[in-house]
């Protein structure tokens, strides 16, 4: 049996809705470092990795020197460059494309949201 899509009588489960990321931070709370990609002689270097400033970048290079990476099949801590208290970005005007790219709201927000136990709206779907 087919379900009429016009049928607006039809039941429907609510639909988890974000619209900010307000108190959230969970898109940063398994990343470790912000992960830039650098270039190599096969892949370009981005745009955010070449106009960070060097400060910034040298405070990067040298925390991902002596980095622990978790163990496998565990989750990667907290960006550090992510506020826990604040839940903001220190630095998040020079934020990777990665970080960019990632759209509030999307299927892997809602699932780490709750992971994390951070609550999501639901949407009437009407």
Known sequence: MSVNPRNHNAKRSPLPQVDDCQGCGVCCMHM??????????TQAAEKYWID??????????EYRNEY??????????PCFWFDQTTKLCKNHEYRPSVCRDFQVGCNDCIDWRKHFGIKTRVANPE
């Not at 470790?32 to 002689?41: M, T, W």
């Not at 960070?52 to 290079?61: A, D, F, G, N, T």
């Not at 622990?68 to 801590?77: A, I, S, T, W, Y």
């Open 32 to 41: 470790g470092y912000p992960p830039y990609i650098e270039g190599s002689p």
């Open 52 to 61: 960070l400033p060097e400060h910034l970048r040298s405070e990067l290079v």
């Open 68 to 77: 622990q990476h978790p163990k496998q099949g565990e989750l990667d801590g």
